[in-house]
């Protein structure tokens, strides 16, 4: 209660960077995956971005009054930081559409938007587990023509909690693919077959836990037999559903297995979370006319 009480005091005299040091020493003293320590994660960066936007006052006064008869405008400028930062997040946008007009160009308007907003559902299932955990995060940021991200601070968190929060893509994904499935069924409309399918597709190739794909954060969870667990899965799926990139899942839990990233313990919720994950995606690939990524 000192800390806090220090941290928000320093905060009302606008002393950030000191009240980001006090709300530091808290983090100690709470479980790493408590509520009130994600909060605390999430002030802390917060109060990092506001120091970098706002100059110390007798800097921002220095400054203002060597521009003499230009101050007035200068303070205005200063004020309307809130306004840039605004400008600045409509990089969300911007990226949007131009990775929409690759797609576009590529596949024609109708699937080329489908598969947009299919991705745009992924991420924000990264976006919105990451948010409802208190943890600061930016809308995603789409890379036309390779794929979409979204920046969080994920300093101090737990490798269960990154790895749901990886997961949380593809479970995103999976609902987008299934409604389009559904929407299928109802139609008979190939268009809907086709974005199910893709989607389904590249979800299940983003489960292959290597690099920096959402599988590869998600292992980090998962002991060594959980591991063989979900490499017998994915070994299960490419014999029954037939498609060859559960062969390459398991091609990367294979390498997994002798990676020197183990947890100190294991994660039996994780390791759940992944298989079902998993497994529905292939069920709903099986269930879609066609192979890999291409509908009949």
Not at 148 to 155: L, T
Request: one cysteine or more; hydrophobic letters at 55%; proline letters at 7%.
């Amino acid at each position: 209660m000192r800390i806090s009480a220090r941290a928000k005091s320093l905060e009302a005299q606008d002393q950030l960077l000191p009240a980001r040091e006090e709300w530091l020493k808290a983090l100690p003293l709470l479980p790493a995956n408590s509520t009130q320590a994600e909060w605390i994660r999430g002030q802390v960066y917060k109060l990092e971005l506001a120091a970098k936007v706002a100059p110390p006052p007798e800097e921002k006064h220095a400054c203002t009054r060597k521009l003499g008869p230009l101050a007035p405008i200068a303070i205005l400028l200063a004020k309307s930081k809130t306004l840039l930062l605004a400008i600045f997040k409509l990089k969300f946008l911007f990226s949007l559409f131009a990775f929409m007009g690759v797609y576009w160009t590529l596949f024609g308007p109708a699937f080329g938007v489908g598969f947009v907003v299919l991705i745009l559902v992924h991420e924000m299932g990264h976006y919105i587990d990451i948010r409802r955990r208190g943890l600061p995060a930016d809308m995603p940021v789409f890379l036309p023509g390779l794929g979409a991200y979204v920046r969080w601070r994920a300093i101090g968190v737990t490798r269960q909690t990154r790895a749901a929060v990886s997961l949380a893509g593809p479970l995103a994904g999976f609902l987008g693919a299934a409604v389009c499935a559904a929407l299928w069924y109802r139609t008979a409309n190939g268009l809907w077959a086709a974005l199910a399918r893709s989607t389904a597709g590249l979800n299940i190739l983003n489960l292959i836990p290597v690099w920096v794909l959402d599988g590869g954060q998600a292992a980090t969870a998962l002991s060594k037999a959980e591991r063989f667990a979900l490499l017998a899965v994915c070994l299960l799926l490419w014999l029954f559903v037939g498609e060859g990139m559960f062969f390459l899942v398991a091609a990367g839990v294979t390498y997994r297995l002798f990676t020197k990233d183990l947890p100190p313990q294991p994660s039996p919720a994780i390791a759940a979370y992944f298989v079902t994950v998993l497994a529905a995606l292939g069920a709903l690939l099986h269930l879609m006319p066609g192979t890999g990524l291409v509908p009949r």
